[in-house]
């Protein structure tokens, strides 16, 4: 674990129940990392890229969460630079939640997994929305061409921290483009 991610996610309340079942000495740890991990190298660049989904996590002013499922091609989910993300918000059923939780609080936080190889991303930051009457040449750059979608903005994420999280319970999932390219005789039992 990074550093970053543990000034984030280890608030009092974490570090009392590390406490009450055991592993604060452990998690203690990493509060004392050298390299804060708050940034992205190539190797989450290249699962990034990867990627044709995640979840985004906003919370209302009301202090609710709202998770919300992103998609698109894979890539769509664009690293700008070490610290910067972006995308392409796509239109979708209207209702703005994410897009109003962010102009309310910007933090957020994804989770970026790919079931196949049993990996996971987690990633903390701080997003603003850019429209098109703002930047025209920036939405431009988030959309992907070969994408039908209408884009209605633009996503741009500043990484505070990021984190790699365990495969233990990560189910093994194919996608149907996988599954289509697999021949009947891979789906055989192993002796």
């Not at 974490?14 to 740890?29: D, I, L, M, P, W």
């Not at 750059?141 to 070969?146: G, I, V």
């Not at 500043?158 to 599954?179: D, F, G, K, M, R």
């Amino acid at each position: 674990m990074s550093r970053a991610f543990a000034e984030i996610a280890f608030t009092p309340s974490v570090k009392a129940a590390q406490t009450r079942y055991g592993s604060r000495e452990f998690n203690q740890g990493f509060e004392l990392q050298d390299d804060p991990r708050n940034h992205l190298t190539a190797r989450e660049a290249g699962y990034l890229a990867e990627r044709d989904s995640f979840y985004l996590a906003t919370v209302g002013e009301n202090g609710w969460p709202y998770v919300q499922h992103r998609g698109g091609p894979a890539g769509f989910l664009k690293v700008l630079d070490s610290r910067t993300l972006g995308y392409a918000d796509y239109r979708g059923n209207r209702q703005y939640l994410s897009v109003g939780n962010i102009a309310a609080n910007d933090k957020v936080s994804l989770i970026l997994t790919d079931y196949r190889k049993r990996r996971r991303l987690k990633l903390w930051g701080r997003a603003r929305i850019v429209d098109a009457e703002e930047d025209a040449a920036l939405v431009a750059m988030m959309a992907d061409p070969d994408y039908p979608a209408h884009v209605e903005r633009a996503v741009i994420i500043t990484v505070e921290a990021i984190e790699w999280n365990c495969p233990q319970h990560i189910p093994v999932l194919y996608s149907e483009a996988e599954v289509q390219a697999l021949s009947p005789t891979d789906f055989r039992e192993k002796p």
